[in-house]
């Protein structure tokens, strides 16, 4: 099955945003989800699978400071 990678940014307040996403295909003619999905009629339904596998998280950078929506109370203001 398909699933998503996502890319994030570390803060030291331990918050994180998301700076990159994409979808890995699994090439599955039978994975609703991909490009190689069968296109002939077929009861998707019931023989094709409808959900992706859980998205793999990456930290990809880290950040000594805190985020901006917690800037001002981990600097104690």
Do not use: W
């Not at 039978?30 to 009629?41: I, V, W």
């Amino acid at each position: 099955m398909c699933y998503k990678i996502i890319q994030y940014a570390e803060y030291s307040c331990s918050h994180q945003t998301v700076t990159r996403q994409q979808v890995v295909d699994c090439r599955k003619r039978d994975c609703r989800f991909s490009p190689s999905h069968q296109t002939g009629t077929h009861s998707c339904g019931s023989t094709c699978s409808q959900i992706m596998l859980p998205d793999q998280g990456l930290i990809m950078e880290q950040f000594s400071n805190s985020c901006r929506r917690c800037g001002g109370v981990m600097n104690g203001r």
